[in-house]
T-cell receptor, first 112, second 113 residues
């Protein structure tokens, strides 16, 4: 039981490049989330998927898109990376919105 | 929507002393309050949570108290140890099953040996 698995762990992009962060969970959770974490800013929600087939914007969705591929997988795409998107990205899952999150190990993204 | 304020932003205590971190929330309908611990370079991990039908919950050296009237909840760590040093996040969740948690901005706890 791996929990929440994120790939890649580290990535460096040039401004304007695109990439997709992958996330998969094996806990049969209904809800999945993408957060970014910047120093002093806590965890800010980018997008979430309350259940398979649905996605909703969070606090900071601009510059990102998501896909809930199936119940297990939830990907985050940066279409044209900007230096402001340099951050640590965490994927998380839960049975539903009002329950505890299980977090992936994070992706450290640097945009130069 | 829900807003969670967390204080203090940094906290230093001597080993063996107690540490208290406080959070306030704005939505009186919120009914689930978890606490997460994040060690340096690691992922946040759930350490304790409480629901609004309970006033206090303990798990060994950690406890959480909830005051629904005042809309605040607190994390208490007793007999602190160096391995308690981390960033702690509180969160609150409105009752809708599909509404995400709202996190506080975190408290960096340093336990000085």
């Amino acid at each position: 039981n791996a929990g929440v698995t994120q790939t890649p762990k580290f990535q460096v992009l040039k401004t304007g490049q695109s990439m997709t962060l992958q996330c998969a969970q094996d806990m049969n959770h209904n809800s999945m989330y993408w957060y970014r974490q910047d120093p002093g800013m806590g965890l800010r929600l980018i997008y979430y998927s309350a259940s398979e087939g649905t996605t909703d914007k969070g606090e900071v969705p601009n510059g990102y898109n998501v896909s809930r591929l199936n119940k297990r997988e939830f990907s985050l795409r940066l279409e044209s990376a900007a230096p402001s998107q340099t951050s640590v990205y965490f994927c998380a899952s839960s049975e539903q919105g009002g329950t505890g999150r299980s977090f992936g190990s994070g992706t450290r993204l640097t945009v130069v | 929507g829900e807003n969670v304020e967390q204080h203090p932003s940094t906290l230093s205590v001597q080993e063996g002393d107690s540490a208290v971190i406080k959070c306030t929330y704005s939505d009186s309908a919120s009914n689930y309050f978890p606490w997460y611990k994040q060690e340096l370079g690691k992922r946040p991990q759930l350490i304790i949570d409480i629901r609004s039908n309970v006033g206090e919950k303990k798990d060994q050296r950690i406890a959480v108290t909830l005051n629904k009237t005042a809309k605040h909840f607190s994390l208490h760590i007793t007999e602190t140890q160096p391995e308690d040093s981390a960033v702690y996040f509180c969160a609150a969740s409105p009752p809708s099953g599909n509404t995400p948690l709202v996190f506080g901005k975190g408290t960096r706890l340093s336990v000085i040996a």
